[in-house]
Each structure stands twice: as C-alpha cells, then as structure tokens.
C-alpha cells in the first residue's frame, strides 16, 4: 500500500492506492477534505478489435456518501442522472488522449463516491483517480494526468474552490493535463476577459505539474504489443495508393462530395488485395488518409472546402419560424443548422436537481437533440446519448450568466435545440440559435452570446489554429477548442484534444482567434435581431412577483389554506408563495393576474385609519353590525354610525349580505376596528339618505 499527500489549494489531496479493490488491475482513492472517491481500471482483451479504443468511464454518486437515503419507491441509486454523466464525460475526455494511438483494448473506469462533505466537489477527484488507478495498473498509460478547479473571486484565482466559494466566483475552469500539455478543459464564466481566462489556464496548469509529479513515482514500465498489426506491405501499398490520388480532393469543396471520393478510394484499394486482407485495409486506409490530410493542410495551410484558417463559414439567421411557441430561432452556418425553441413556464415547470447535494430547482434548461438524419444517417431514435447531455450542458453554461435575475423575469426557461444538419460544431451553433430564440421571446438578456469551434492539426513544432471546423477537421485534427461568449468576454468554453503535444503557449492565439470569429458572427446575430422583443408571446402564460413580509404568509394563505383557495376560485390564477415571501402569480390572462394581487394586497395591508372600504355586513347586532372589509378584517359599524339620521334598528337599513362603502375611524392592531357607514358617504348620499329618513327620525331631529 503507497500514498501520496499533495498540497493543492487550501488542503491536501490524499492519494492512497493498494488499500481496496485489489482485484482490479489498477485503483487508488482519493481523499480531498472529506470528500472521498475510488476509482478503479480494468483492462481486457478483445478477439475481434474494434476501429476505435473502446474506453468506458463510469462515475456513480451513491447519495449514502452525504448520508441520505435516496427518494421514490425502490430507494436506491437509480440509473445515471445528468450531472453523473457529465463527469463521467469529463473524465474520459481528461485520459482518452493519453493513451498509444494503436492500443484497442477495453478499458473501464469506475469512480465512485462514498463520501461527500458538499463542499469539495468529487469530479477533480475521479479524473486523479482515473489517473492514478491508471498509473498503477500496468495499462498502457502514457501519462499521469492531473486536474484541478480554478475559481476567480475578487479578482483573485483559487485553486479548487469549495461550493460556498463558487457562489460568489465569475469563472469556473476545470481543467487537466499531464507535465508537458493540456488534455481537456470545461467550465463557464461570466463575461471574463480573455486575459483572465489565459492566466486562469496558467495558473491551473501549474498545479496539475504538482500532482503529475507526484503521481510518476508510481508509475510502471509499460509492455505491450499493439493490438492491431498492420502488414507492411499493405501500409505501404495504402499510403502509396491515397498520395497519388489525394491531390484531386480540392476539386470536391463538399462533405458529401469528399466522402464520395474518399470511398472511391477505399473501393479501388479493394480490388488491390484479396478479401481477407479487407479489415487491416480499411483500417490502414483510414489511419494513412487522416495523417496525409493532415499533412496537406499544413503543407498548403488551406482547408479542403477552400477555406482560410481563420475564415467562418456563411451564416444565416431568421427568427420567429414557429407560430405557437414562445421564441424560436434558425441558425445556419454552412453545414451546420440548429432550430432552437422557447418556452416560458411557471414556478411549477421548474426541475427539482437530487443527489448528494441539497435539493434544489433549475430555472433554465436546455435539451439539445441530435437526430441521425442530421448527418445522412438512418439510426433509431432513442433517449438522450451522453454526447446529447454533454452539447446540451455546454450550451446551456454558455446562456445561464447573462439571463436575467428571477425578480426581474420569474419565468422558468426551456429551450429544445434540434440539429437539422451536422458538418462541425453544432453545439456553438446552438448557443447561437438560443440566444436569438431568447431575444426572440422577449427574455429581457443584455446581449447576444455567440459560439464557436477552432481546431488545430500540429506536427512537431509546425501547426495550423482553424477557425470554424468542419466535421472533417475536427476527426483528423488534434483539437476541439468552444467558446462562447458576448462582446463583453467569454461566458462557456470547453477543449477535447486527441494528442499530448497542446502547450499553453498555443492557448493565446486560440483565443486571439476565436475573439475575431465572435465579433463576426455577433455582427451577422445582431442585423437579424439585437435586443429582446417589446413583450412576450401572447402564448406564454402571465407572471406577476409580489414581494410580502414573510410574517403575513400564514395570513394569505389562511387557516386550512382557505384564503389562498378562495383568491385561486375567484381570480382563477395559479398562485405560488416561497418562504422568503415571494408570491408569484401566473394566468394566461394578465387582468386574472392583477386581481390576485389586488386580494392578496387586500389580505396584508395594515388597516389605514380614514380610509373608505369596500365591505360586506356578515352578522347584526342589537347595537350595530359587523362588516368584513380589506380581505379578512373585520369591524363593528356602531348603530350610531350607520346613517345620517338616528336608526331604531339596525335591520332598517341594513341586511345580511349587504355590500356597503365604511371608512376606518379607529384601529387597534389586535383586530378591533371600528367603521363608520354615514362618514364614507358624500354629500349628495348624505342628503338623499337624510330626505328618506323615517318619519320618527325627522320628529326626533326637530325635538
């Protein structure tokens, strides 16, 4: 059993390994305040081995690591929620790069959580544990990789930030590597300058080196032979066959034309060799056809549809497609389109978030698709894929800071962003068709955020930064770099790699570069729409906030919820009260809205002494009646106060049921008020009740 103790931060980061799961190939858990993951890696051969490296990381929250029992029927962790799959996206997307190009075992990663003091996040935890289960086991791992979390709170960056922190943070940047180069980075900001962004990297960067450094006294001298062996002869025919050909592919500036010709290729190569050579075929085709397009791009440093390196392609923006919902947007940018839709809920449409933290509510979602016909394919439509989850999420990091504050806009937020056509970076054409779809709606957002995707192809020291990738690019190129961001800073970002040679000193031309591109693509979002439309649609439901003392909550809702059930009946309103005091009302009909809050102000207002009222006589007495006026007060008009003129009997004038304008003329809080029906008269009433006063008051009055 060995450990490792690591000063990151404010704490230790403890890494033991040897201690549990002693039959994986490889574990480690991972201790950082009283948050504690194991992570384990298992490795195992395959008879038939697949085109790609069948890498499976699995993160699972077992809620009993907070010390709670999970909810619904089965009481048990069910299967993975979002944020689960989120990082175990995270992970995978930290370690992928950094294993031998030819090495197609299958490998799985499992961390889990059993401890969870809700302050220090376990996703840095897994990536470490990956890596370091990793380091151990005796795979081929070409690392260690570390990771760490860097928050920047008044003006000050802080390596891995408790949650408390992050409340208060404008940047959230998780990000990994090994010693030499940056493997992946994700997080969102708001509105940071891209200086602060750089330095933040940096200064992350210079952590991971310390744990990397501590990890590599653990690691093992890796044997192995590569899983799939290629023939030479059948390489060298290959790489020889595609170079005399590959010079004609300028002449097809399109995806679907170069995918043509790409297996035109493949299909004369076929007939070079007999069938049973058709597997290691294809797969030298494919390996030889990415290294020699990337070779040409550099060589020529021009892109296959003609391109620059730093050139976006054409961009289309229409909003307002669809009649019956509440804001929607087409955004189009080249080969690449994205349908965003809007709507506007209530209160009652928020999400409730479970698991190891607190629970809690989202106001704002956003659920990305990606059908198969987006890219020529036909495949089953089935639930969300953790590619689905993982676009959606970044989209929606990159919109959340710059919506408006719930006491401003209370409504609860979904956008639906279908991809109708994929070359490249649909999840930033997502961002911008949801930022046109918001503005659409009338969200009340500052600004537009705009998103985009750079690529980089890098052999040695001589690279190419591309602008706009395609599909194409982003499969042979060694970068996927998103950013989103408004004319102000950057507000989401997120940067796979498939090579350990990305240095920090490639980052600030990256982000030079992806600067330029969001001016231009703002300018082209801005002449389709610039502000928020004047008003919602009229589809979406009315929402009107009253802020009340916490204090008079009971009052408004009334013994056995009486009140509130009367107001809902009457106005036909749906009515929502928090426990800081925010009543939100909602109706399709704005006018249902006001006469809610004209009860509920009715039921919480303080007694003004002089004030006329509205009420209704609910009890007679010998020597006066009560009347139920502002809601639920009540107050005794005296008999002498009923009219102008003396009355015998308080029945002479007024009924049970009777609705009669009273002035206030004396309050005492505890609930005793005293009304006056004559003082609420005008003059013209006073006169008309005096001129039909019975004759006994008259005769009475000349006494």
């Known amino acids: 059993m060995q450990k490792i103790e690591i000063p990151i931060g404010e704490k230790k980061l403890v890494i033991e390994e040897g201690l549990m799961a002693k039959q994986a190939h490889g574990s480690a858990l991972i201790r950082y305040g009283d948050t504690v993951v ?70 799985q990663i499992i961390s889990q959580v059993f401890s969870a003091d809700q302050e220090n996040d376990p996703d840095i935890l897994s990536i470490i544990g990956a890596s370091a289960s990793l380091t151990v086991s005796g795979i081929p791992f070409l690392g260690p990789v570390g990771a760490v979390k860097v928050g920047y709170i008044d003006d000050k960056f802080i390596i891995n930030p ?63 032979e590569p899983s799939v062996v290629i023939p030479e002869e059948i390489n060298d025919l290959v790489k020889e066959f595609i170079l005399s050909q590959i010079s004609d592919v300028y002449n097809y500036p399109g995806k679907q034309e170069r995918n043509e010709f790409y297996n035109k290729i493949f299909e004369e190569l076929k007939q070079k060799v007999s069938e049973d050579s058709y597997k290691p075929l294809k797969i030298s085709y494919e390996t030889n056809l990415n290294q020699i397009i990337r070779n040409l791009i550099l060589e020529k440093k021009q892109r296959l549809d003609g391109r620059k390196s730093d050139e976006i392609r054409e961009i289309e923006c229409i909003t307002g497609l669809l009649p019956r919902t509440h804001g929607s947007a087409l955004f189009t940018r080249g080969q690449t389109q994205c349908l965003s839709s809007l709507t506007l809920g209530t209160s009652i449409d928020e999400q409730r978030i479970e698991g190891l933290y607190p629970e809690s509510t989202k106001k704002f979602m956003l659920h990305y698709n990606f059908p198969s016909f987006s890219v020529g394919e036909a495949v089953p439509l089935r639930g969300p894929s953790r590619r689905e989850i993982g676009h959606g999420a970044l989209a929606e990091r990159s919109l959340a800071n710059i919506l408006p504050k719930e006491d401003a806009f209370p409504y609860t937020i979904r956008i639906v962003a279908n991809i109708l056509e994929s070359n ?26 705009a998103g985009i995707a750079l690529g980089m192809i890098k052999e040695e020291q001589d690279y190419i930064i591309l602008t706009d990738i395609a599909g194409e690019e982003d499969h042979c190129g060694d970068m996927d770099f998103k950013f989103a961001g408004t004319e102000k800073g950057i507000t989401g970002f997120q ?22 591109a969001h001016k231009e693509i703002l300018q082209v979002m801005n002449t389709a729409i610039s502000k928020p439309r004047n008003e919602i649609s009229p589809f979406a439901p009315k929402i009107v906030n009253l802020r009340i003392d916490p204090s008079k909550i009971g009052m408004v809702i009334g013994p056995g919820g009486k009140n509130i059930r009367r107001i809902i009946e009457e106005t036909g309103a749906q009515i929502d009260i928090d426990d800081s ?69 308080v029945e002479d004038v007024l009924q049970l049921g009777s609705e009669i304008k009273v002035r206030l003329i004396e309050s ?12 609420a008269l005008t003059k013209e009433e006073t006169e008309q009740e005096k001129s039909k006063a019975p004759a006994s008051s008259n005769f009475h009055k000349k006494i």
């Open 495 to 516: 940067m796979d790699v498939k090579t350990t040679d990305f240095s920090f000193e490639i980052l600030p031309q990256v982000v030079n570069q992806a600067r330029k």
């Open 668 to 679: 005492d809080q505890p609930g005793k008020n005293s009304l006056s029906r004559k003082q």
């Open 424 to 449: 490249g970076s649909s999840s930033m054409a997502t961002v911008c068709a949801s930022s046109l779809a918001l503005m659409d709606g009338g969200v009340p957002i500052p600004r537009h955020v």
């Open 38 to 107: 194991l992570a384990t890696a298992v490795s195992s051969k395959k008879e038939e081995y697949p085109d790609f490296f069948p890498l499976t990381c699995d993160y699972k929250e077992h809620v009993s690591a907070a010390g709670k029992i999970p909810g619904g029927f089965f009481k048990r962790e069910g299967r993975p929620t979002e944020r689960e799959t989120l990082i175990s996206r995270l992970t995978d997307r930290s370690i992928r790069p950094v294993f031998p190009d030819d090495y197609r075992d299958a490998v």
């Open 162 to 224: 408790t949650a408390t922190q992050m409340a208060n943070s404008s940047l959230e940047l998780t990000i990994a590597g090994t010693d030499r180069a940056l493997t992946m980075m994700e997080g969102w900001a708001k509105e940071i300058s891209e200086d602060i962004f750089v330095e933040a990297v940096k200064i992350g960067f210079d952590n991971i080196k310390t744990v990397v450094s501590h990890l590599k006294q653990w690691k093992k001298e890796i044997h192995y």
């Open 581 to 649: 005091g925010i009543v939100s009302i909602s109706s399709p009909d704005l006018i249902n809205c006001q006469k809610a809050v004209d009860k509920i102000n009715e039921i919480i207002e303080e007694p003004e002494v002089g004030r006329i009222y509205t009420g209704t006589v609910i009890k007679i007495l010998p020597f006066g009646a009560v009347v139920k006026f502002s809601g639920e007060k009540e107050g005794l008009v005296h008999i002498s106060e009923i009219a102008p003129y003396r009355v015998s009997k």
